[in-house]
């Protein structure tokens, strides 16, 4: 494939498209893809429609109800991030804080997730509280005044 192919858009390409348990693929070249992305929107549209099935949710929203956030560079950063939001004012075991992470794209071990909970709770930004032999942890309170 040379160079004047790729620039016109002649390179031959799969597209698929997945929404739940169905999949809509199509092959074709690059330009005609390009071309008719508007058509294939609608397509999926409809199918979404037809089968009754809830339309794609990006994944910045949130995503099957645990906190969506901006990932840090650090768990600790991240841990602090997930429970400044409402999800963090109930108490939430460690298998939930995990799944947290990881739904956000910066999953750690559980391990680790422990060692920071446990630093969050010895500098007052986090409670736990120990519930059939299992901690949970939430935010602190802020305080008005």
């Not at 099957?64 to 956030?69: A, L, N, T």
Request: hydrophobic residues 35%; neutral net charge; charged residues 30%.
């Amino acid at each position: 494939m040379d160079e004047a192919e790729k620039a016109e858009g002649k390179v031959k390409a799969r597209l698929t498209v997945k929404l739940g348990p169905l999949e809509v693929s199509c092959e074709g070249l690059v330009g005609e893809h390009l071309s008719e992305i508007d058509v294939m929107g609608q397509l999926v549209e409809r199918l979404s429609e037809k089968f009754s099935m809830k339309p794609f949710k990006p994944a910045f929203e949130e995503a099957e109800g645990y906190p969506v956030i901006k990932p840090a560079k650090s768990t600790m950063e991240n841990l602090q991030a997930i429970f400044n939001t409402q999800w963090g004012a109930t108490p939430r075991s460690l298998s939930e804080v995990t799944k947290a992470l990881e739904v956000n794209g910066v999953p750690d071990s559980p391990s680790n997730i422990t060692v920071y909970l446990k630093r969050l709770v010895n500098r007052g930004f986090l409670r736990r509280i120990l519930k059939d032999g299992k901690y949970f942890y939430y935010k602190v309170p802020e305080t008005a005044g």
